[in-house]
């Protein structure tokens, strides 16, 4: 399913209307009709229902919803947040002077009238918000910001069309914005709608077709869903050896759980052998803990790897049958394992990097011209803090512009980035970018990365590494909220995910079978 900006949404729109000959006016009545089979699938028993509408576009597509419910046998009252019709664009003054043939229950409203709209809001059943749509910049201003408040305060379930009026469609932040408990988008998904905590303001989600035309909406930005991920085959006649050899280099004193975790999380997704390396000080934990996985223990300092170990590891990995490796998990950062990750960029495998991996990573001076240089895949999965100190740029920053400094970075190491933060969103080099809606706030715990890390190293070996990344986050994200329902999201930990991967697979694969709604597509 394709996820469009404000800007590339209204492009889609212009280009629909102008070399289709769709008229703007059949698109606002094909959204507002979509929008009543939904309301009245969600609230089937909805009697009174108030629709709250602004000048532009989206009060058009909301004045549509009104005349649809009135006509249906609903009480609708509508009202128009202008001084008159003239303060209308031209698509909603057309509807509204079509809904006059139905209703004479429609009411301009300004500053004067807030006392007046909040008297029946707060009787009404329903409430359809159509004030902004996907092309409005906040901030709020003036006494529509009076109108939203009014809007939250009345307790009303409310219905958002397109998206929750007072949010940037492009921006998982907002300041003043209507609270909705479902909202209805048309043609494609926008990241306000997936990202939190925009998303949380958007409630259920459902996206309707309008009759946009396909061809005129970029593809490079893309929600991950069980429909458009591949699922890794067991070929009958294959060994172990066919499903992937991975090697997880890691673990420290007091940090032997990250690597514990990442190798059975890569087992438990398909490797068909998993192999730790890890300083020899804490190899009695891992053979105590680990059953199907092996581990080989190389020389220590100090509870973490020394000097020695680098070319211990590489003559391991270059004498083995290895076909990916996973490096950093509770490895610790100092100048042997800084020297270690410059040195695991030369093996000619493909190369996962994660946690402590990336912290040394960001301290070797030329590391992403080392990336650049690399042939075979490299992934790297930092949440914001370690992608800070691989850019150099503060979080803040990168949570307000993820899109661009994922898309430049990627580029400019070759590196493919699995971005942790509310989300998870996966970009390439190629400059595509992948979200996932997916997982729960019980996953922001220790440990839920280490598993990720297992996941990815034990995929890259089965699939092509875009669709190993993918799947990978889909599973991954799937098994934590298989986990918190069943053990809720308080009491989650990152070992209730390994647990939870192969129910992951189940579901996943049940999922695919599942024959989609061609119209009408609800986004869980």
């Known amino acids: 399913m394709k996820i469009l900006t404000s800007k590339e949404i209204s492009q889609v729109d212009k280009s629909t209307i102008e070399k289709t000959g769709i008229p703007s006016l059949v698109l606002m009545e094909n959204a507002g009709r979509s929008c009543v089979d939904i309301i009245l699938k969600d609230y089937p028993f909805v009697k009174n229902v108030s629709v709250v509408a602004g000048k532009g576009n989206n ?13 249906l046998g609903k009480n609708v009252k509508l009202f128009i947040l202008a001084q008159n019709e003239e303060k209308l664009s031209p698509d909603n003054k057309s509807n509204l002077n079509i809904f006059k043939k139905f209703s004479n229950h429609f009411y301009f409203i300004t500053q004067s009238d807030l006392g007046f709209l909040e008297e029946n809001l707060v009787t009404t059943d329903l409430i359809v918000d159509a ?46 914005s209507v609270k909705a408990n479902l909202t209805i988008t048309f043609g494609y998904l926008k990241p306000c709608h997936i990202l939190y905590p925009a998303a949380e303001n958007c409630g259920k989600v459902y996206v309707a077709d309008i009759s946009l035309d396909d061809s005129y909406a970029p593809s490079y930005r893309q929600l991950i869903t069980p429909y458009n991920v591949l699922l890794p085959k067991r070929e009958k006649t294959g060994n172990k050896y066919t499903f992937g050899h991975v090697a997880l280099i890691g673990g420290s004193v007091g940090k032997s759980g ?14 068909g052998l998993t192999t730790a390396i ?64 410059k ?11 994660d946690a402590d991996g990336l912290n040394n990573l960001s301290r070797i001076e030329n590391f992403k011209q080392l990336l650049k240089q690399r042939t075979f895949p490299t992934v790297l999965t ?18 307000q512009n993820f899109e661009s400094i994922g898309l430049d970075f990627s580029k400019e190491t070759g590196s493919y980035v699995i971005l942790k933060f509310s989300r998870m969103v996966i970009f390439t080099p190629e400059g595509k970018i992948y979200y996932c809606n997916k997982g729960n706030p019980g996953m922001a715990t220790a440990g839920t990365g280490d598993v990720l890390a297992g996941i990815v190293g034990a995929l890259v070996n089965r699939l092509p590494v875009e669709e190993a990344l993918k799947l990978s986050v889909l599973l991954h994200s799937t098994a ?31 999922q695919k079978k599942v024959k989609r709604d061609s119209l009408i597509r609800k986004v869980d």
Do not use: W
Not at 343 to 353: D, M, R, S
Not at 382 to 399: A, M, N, V
Not at 485 to 493: D, H, N, R, V, W
């Open 343 to 353: 040195g695991l960029l030369a093996i000619e495998k493909p190369l996962v990097i």
């Open 480 to 510: 934590g909220d298989l986990a918190a329902a069943e053990k809720g999201e308080e009491s989650l930990k990152a070992t209730d995910l390994i647990e939870n991967i192969p129910h992951a697979y189940k579901e996943i694969e049940l």
């Open 131 to 176: 004030i902004f749509g996907t092309g409005f910049k906040p901030p709020v201003e003036g006494y529509l910001k009076d109108v939203i408040q009014i809007i939250n305060s009345t307790g009303k379930p409310v219905v958002s069309v397109d998206i929750p009026s007072g949010i940037n469609a492009d921006s998982p932040f907002c300041d003043v």
């Open 59 to 71: 009060g058009g597509d909301g004045i549509v919803i009104a005349r649809y419910l009135q006509k």
């Open 382 to 399: 930092p949440h914001t803090g370690e992608f800070s100190r691989l850019t150099g740029l503060d979080t803040k920053t990168i949570l």
């Open 258 to 271: 990250a690597v514990i975790m990442a190798s059975k999380a890569a087992t438990v997704s398909g490797s």
């Open 278 to 341: 890890v300083p020899q000080d804490i190899n009695p934990v891992l053979e105590t803990n680990l059953i199907e996985e092996m581990s080989i223990p190389v020389s220590s300092q100090n509870g973490t790897f020394s000097k020695e170990s680098k070319e211990e590891i590489l003559d391991i990995l270059n004498k083995g049958k290895f076909s990916s490796v996973v490096v950093g998990m509770g490895m610790s950062v100092n100048e042997n394992t800084i020297e270690l990750i």
